[in-house]
């Protein structure tokens, strides 16, 4: 079901290039900016936008001391070393490539080989009425050519609000749940 991806220069597979269904994931985090309280959800769905498989964290709470000690990295920390990560690691579903909402997401991709790509709105860029834009991490600038935009017909930022409605949706009959 997924594409092999060939990364090189000259004779790379695109997803979506043959035509074919494929997964694409993606991870939604939601944290509570006075608590530091972090839930992390992943979307999987096949191109035209219909849900493989979804999974949700349970809150994680940081203890005062982590607070302290990690500063201005809590929140990455709890976004991705321990939300996104866990969510990776339990999935069933392998996606071809990760779509995720911030740049801080990014960082993600040390802990998999799945193409992980910032997924940018056009009003995040200015823009009306065109697609999504994605940008890669740093560190893996061949992860822009990793898809063919034009082959998603689902749309793509709808899978963001569908996480959070979904957690808030299971938060109102379990705390697990809540931020």
């Not at 035209?48 to 964290?57: K, Q, R, S, Y």
């Not at 017909?153 to 959070?164: G, H, K, S, T, W």
């Amino acid at each position: 079901q997924d594409a092999l991806l060939d990364t090189g220069p000259t004779n790379s597979t695109r997803l979506g290039s043959d035509g074919q269904t494929y997964t694409i994931g993606f991870i939604g985090i939601e944290s509570d900016p006075k608590t530091s309280n972090t839930v992390g959800g992943f979307l999987i769905t096949d191109n035209t936008g219909v849900p493989v498989e979804f999974l949700l964290t349970k809150t994680v709470r940081p203890t005062p001391a982590q607070k302290i000690l990690y500063g201005k990295r809590l929140q990455s920390y709890l976004s991705v070393d321990l939300c996104a990560r866990q969510l990776i690691d339990d999935v069933k579903t392998r996606p071809g490539v990760i779509f995720v909402e911030s740049e801080l997401m990014l960082a993600l991709h040390r802990f998999t080989d799945i193409p992980v790509l910032w997924l940018q709105t056009p009003t995040e860029l200015g823009q009306t009425n065109a697609r999504p834009s994605v940008t890669p991490p740093a560190q893996r600038p061949e992860y822009a050519d990793v898809i063919d935009l034009m082959s998603l017909d689902a749309d793509m930022i709808d899978a963001f609000r569908r996480i959070e409605q979904c957690r808030t949706t299971l938060a109102t009959d379990n705390a697990d749940f809540a931020i």
